[in-house]
């Protein structure tokens, strides 16, 4: 088992979305990821940096480009990526050049703010892959370990399957 630091880094998406009224729509706010990890007494040591706060169709090039360059750049080897889920492949497919680096990209079908949402569990298998799993990019989403290169989205059936 590695032991070593991981580093949290999120960009938004429905994981972190916030539902203010029932007049108003979900909006990304600041991230939850923190909370959640203390809520489930995560004992191993991390870091979470807050990057962006976009939800993933909004996202460009110029930040994926600073997402690799934050992953790239940090001491961390061990890495969870919070990410919308409707891009998630586009920005793992970026992130396949970061060598020497186990990167994990989770998300959520349902706000993390919400009690019946799949949030926390992902994130666990996140943070679980990211210890375990050899270099390269993983996506993990609900309940299982995807290669971040051989997977998309079955936006009607609502989950990520194989390639």
Same mark, same amino acid.
């Given at each position: 088992m590695n032991h070593s630091p991981i580093l949290v880094v999120t960009t938004g998406g429905t994981i972190d979305k916030h539902y203010f009224d029932a007049l108003s729509e979900y909006q990304i706010t600041e991230s939850v990821m923190g909370k959640l990890l203390e809520t489930a007494r995560v004992a191993?040591?991390?870091?979470?940096?807050? &990057?962006l706060r976009k939800d993933s169709l909004e996202l460009t090039e110029e930040?994926? %480009? &600073? #997402?690799?360059q934050t992953i790239g750049a940090a001491p961390e080897t061990r890495i969870?990526? @919070?990410?919308?889920?409707?891009?998630?492949?586009? @920005?793992? /497919?970026? &992130?396949?050049? #970061? /060598? %020497?680096?186990? #990167?994990? &990209?989770?998300g959520a079908l349902t706000p993390a703010r919400?009690?019946?949402?799949?949030a926390a569990f992902n994130l666990g298998m996140a943070f679980a892959t990211a210890q375990t799993a050899a270099p390269g990019v993983w996506i993990t989403m609900s309940? @299982?370990?995807?290669n971040g290169l051989q997977v998309r989205k079955d936006r009607e059936a609502g989950k990520f399957v194989d390639i």
């Open positions: 191993h040591p991390f870091r979470v940096v807050e &990057l930040d994926r %480009d &600073l #997402i690799a969870v990526l @919070t990410h919308g889920t409707d891009t998630m492949t586009e @920005t793992a /497919q970026a &992130l396949a050049g #970061i /060598q %020497d680096k186990t #990167i994990v &990209l989770c919400f009690a019946e949402s799949d309940g @299982t370990v995807f």
